[in-house]
């Protein structure tokens, strides 16, 4: 091989491919994808997609890995698994789509601005806290995310459902207030804990 076909192989060279499937749950999948679209035509949200799942693992072959990780398309999956049920290869799409956008989450390069990553990173820090989710201090949170004024306008807008909820004894004041996490916080403090070392061990990134 000459120099130059040795360079020509070297610039094509797909890197991103490899590192999927090092970095991200079920990665070693992606070149299973025979792009059939069935995913595509399946997902309940595909109109809102930027990328189609198909999509997406069509960039990661082509190495477009900047398009991929900024991408908002992995957030919009609502695990549904339409797509895993109907896919002909039966690739799990779902947990791809879930491992990219955490893959990108933990390399700090996913959009910061992105709904669903911040209700899942909002979601997630409340649940872990004392085992249970607290639905007082998470919709408080949702409300307030995006500062006091839009806050309160929604607050305003989710008076009526409120309202209905209570009526109908879907809303109890009293156990929102009194919410109670799991008796062992500690432990499940310290279980995910070790989840975070042996993950940082095993993909190469800090806990």
Not at 41 to 59: K, N, R, T, V, Y
Not at 72 to 91: A, F, G, H, K, Q
Not at 129 to 140: D, F, P, Y
């Amino acid at each position: 091989m000459t120099a130059t076909n040795t360079a020509v192989v070297a610039k094509y060279q797909n890197n991103f491919l490899q590192e999927v499937e090092a970095n991200v749950e079920e990665g070693d999948w992606v070149k299973m994808c025979m792009q059939c679209g069935v995913c595509a035509g399946s997902c309940p949200l595909g109109d809102a997609w930027d990328h189609s799942p198909q999509e997406i693992f069509m960039m990661i072959r082509a190495g477009k890995r900047e398009e991929v990780l900024t991408s908002d398309s992995m957030w919009m999956c609502t695990s549904c698994y339409n797509c895993i049920v109907r896919c002909p290869r039966e690739l799990p799409i779902t947990h791809i789509m879930h491992g990219l956008a955490n893959y990108a989450h933990r390399l700090g390069i996913a959009h910061k601005k992105n709904p669903t990553r911040r209700f899942a990173k909002i979601f997630w820090d409340n649940v872990t806290k004392n085992g249970r989710a607290n639905e007082l201090t998470l919709s408080i949170r949702l409300y307030f995310m995006d500062g006091i004024v839009s806050g309160i306008k929604i607050g305003l807008q989710m008076v009526g459902m409120g309202l209905g909820m209570l009526k109908t004894g879907r809303l109890d004041p009293m156990a929102l207030v009194m919410h109670k996490g799991i008796k062992d916080t500690k432990g499940l403090h310290a279980m995910l804990k070790k989840a975070y070392e042996i993950e940082g061990k095993r993909k190469g990134y800090a806990s």
